[in-house]
């Protein structure tokens, strides 16, 4: 596995005030540690107004999102044309918590896993074209209505997850084609 350099993968566009991080090649899994604080940050020479993050076109893509020092409503995070997302961690800023809301979208993924994530702030998360969607041994703080939105999928499986706060109608699922939901705690309110 390669170890994406963030100064060497990632770049920032001004005119549409886009992060972008690209896989050097298409052909390795990559690992990538995304921490937000070093491109928002005076300090680190950063200090860009940025309104989305995109991470795209790699083969494997294991990613930890480090929201540190910044509040993670202020950019969605996009990944798109990966063939196998696996997010391994999300660090929010204590600071903003309650009032944040992390916004994730999936497109043309083939495979996306959430797998022992703790996820300890609020979570809105887009799926669509993603032929796997696995959700496994996973805590969420919160997921508002609408919250999960997974759409023309060929497999959805969430197992044995902990959902502390969810909304009705927080998981929207359409085309889907298997559907395993199995065992979960969740507190509505």
């Given at each position: 596995?390669?170890?994406?350099?963030p100064?060497?993968?990632?770049?920032?566009?001004?005119?549409n005030?886009?992060l972008?991080c690209?896989c050097n090649?298409?052909?390795t899994a990559?690992?990538l540690?995304l921490?937000m604080?070093y491109?928002?940050s005076d300090?680190?020479?950063?200090n860009?107004d940025i309104?989305?993050?995109?991470?795209?076109?790699?083969?494997?893509?294991l990613v930890v999102?480090?929201?540190q020092?910044?509040?993670?409503s202020r950019?969605?995070i996009s990944f798109r044309?990966i063939?196998?997302v696996q997010v391994?961690k999300i660090?929010?800023e204590?600071?903003?918590s309650?009032?944040?809301?992390l916004?994730l979208?999936?497109?043309n993924?083939?495979?996306?896993?959430f797998?022992?994530v703790?996820?300890e702030?609020?979570?809105?998360l887009?799926?669509?074209?993603?032929?796997?969607?696995?959700?496994?041994k996973?805590?969420?703080?919160h997921?508002?209505?609408?919250?999960?939105e997974?759409s023309?999928?060929k497999?959805?499986?969430?197992?044995?997850?902990i959902?502390?706060?969810?909304?009705?109608?927080?998981?929207?699922v359409?085309d889907?084609?298997?559907?395993f939901?199995?065992?979960?705690?969740?507190k509505?309110?």
């Amino acid at each position: 596995m390669v170890t994406m350099i963030p100064q060497q993968s990632c770049y920032y566009q001004s005119y549409n005030k886009r992060l972008t991080c690209v896989c050097n090649s298409t052909e390795t899994a990559a690992y990538l540690n995304l921490k937000m604080m070093y491109y928002v940050s005076d300090r680190s020479g950063g200090n860009h107004d940025i309104r989305s993050v995109f991470l795209q076109q790699c083969k494997e893509l294991l990613v930890v999102l480090d929201l540190q020092k910044v509040d993670a409503s202020r950019f969605p995070i996009s990944f798109r044309s990966i063939m196998k997302v696996q997010v391994e961690k999300i660090v929010f800023e204590p600071l903003y918590s309650v009032q944040q809301q992390l916004q994730l979208e999936f497109y043309n993924v083939e495979q996306l896993i959430f797998k022992r994530v703790f996820v300890e702030d609020t979570l809105k998360l887009r799926a669509r074209n993603v032929k796997e969607a696995r959700f496994v041994k996973s805590n969420f703080a919160h997921i508002p209505s609408r919250g999960f939105e997974i759409s023309n999928a060929k497999l959805l499986e969430i197992r044995d997850n902990i959902f502390w706060r969810v909304s009705p109608e927080s998981i929207q699922v359409s085309d889907v084609a298997a559907l395993f939901r199995l065992r979960h705690l969740a507190k509505v309110g």
